[in-house]
């Protein structure tokens, strides 16, 4: 469960001084209040790369990272039926691998081509249902499954601010409000670090399961990530919520210099 969005640095961020942010992601995690707070994030050996990402301790995986090549991939799940709010999770069907360790099975890849392949190579059948944003900073693709097929719609353009959400309630459930909220932001200020920051400190005045700050009694927003891509570097912070919402304690930076990043920018 996450709210994922993107903001290049054509709409605003500035492309010029060397180092300068090319593409800011930030995610959200909302998660059950029984799962283990996360790890900060770590340097590791992902295939032939070097990844940056904050570490799950149920799965020793991750749901967003970085690789040295410039490659951002970021994991959503996929609930596809609407449970009542209030009730327990569906049952997962026993067996199952985590989703987990799709993001950095994926940024051992070199380019965005080679990373949406090894996606489209995922046997559906060995996870739940799946969303996976892909990026090279220019380009973007989402690659699905549905627990029996694994499919995308291609690469294309970042053509301008993007936002992905979804809720164990039920992705359809959160996507109008967030929406909403996504499109206030914008038309209050327009799009800058700083109404991404606004966005995702968003709760919903009338529902706890629906802003971009989630609270509910099974589940909150447990932590924020973002990375951040230059021309020579990536950097992932990484911060986690308390039960206020507001960060309980030091937000965690770790950087990573890119290599071959002409190839992916």
């Given amino acids: 469960m996450c709210t994922l969005s993107v903001f290049r640095g054509s709409d605003g961020l500035g492309t010029a001084p060397a180092g300068g942010v090319l593409l800011r992601v930030l995610v959200n995690r909302d998660e059950q209040r029984s799962r283990p707070a996360s790890r900060p994030p770590e340097v590791r050996r992902t295939g032939a790369r070097l990844s940056v990402f904050p570490i799950d301790p149920a799965s020793d ?11 951002v991939v970021a994991l959503l799940n996929a ?15 026993p ?6 360790l799709l993001v950095p ?11 949406v392949a090894a996606a489209l190579r995922w046997d559906a059948s060995l996870t739940a249902p799946f969303r996976i944003w892909i990026s ?3 380009t973007q693709c989402v690659v699905s499954s549905d627990g029996r097929a694994v499919h995308s719609p291609g ?13 164990g309630l039920g992705d359809e459930l959160v996507r109008l409000p967030r929406e909403g909220i996504f499109a206030g932001v914008q038309a209050a200020s327009g799009w ?9 400190e968003t709760t919903d005045p009338t529902n706890g399961a629906l802003g971009v700050l989630v609270s509910r009694p099974d589940a909150r927003t447990v932590s924020r990530t973002g990375v951040l891509l230059s021309a020579n570097a990536a950097e992932v912070r990484h911060v986690l919520l308390g039960d206020d919402l507001r960060p309980s304690g030091p937000e965690h ?5 890119l290599r071959r990043a002409e190839a992916a920018l």
Avoid: C, F, K, Y
């Fill in 192 to 200: 800058s670090a700083a109404s991404q920051d606004r966005l995702h």
């Fill in 155 to 167: 690469i294309s353009e970042i053509s301008g601010p993007l936002m992905l959400a979804s809720s």
């Fill in 136 to 138: 090279d900073g220019q």
């Fill in 253 to 257: 930076v770790m950087r990573l210099a």
């Fill in 79 to 93: 609930t596809l039926l609407l449970q009542i709010p209030g009730a327990s999770r569906s049952p997962v069907r």
């Fill in 61 to 71: 995986g991750t749901w967003i990272g970085i690789n040295d090549s410039g490659l």
């Fill in 95 to 100: 067996g199952l691998q985590s989703r987990g």
């Fill in 105 to 115: 099975m994926v940024l051992g890849e070199d380019t965005i081509e080679g990373a």
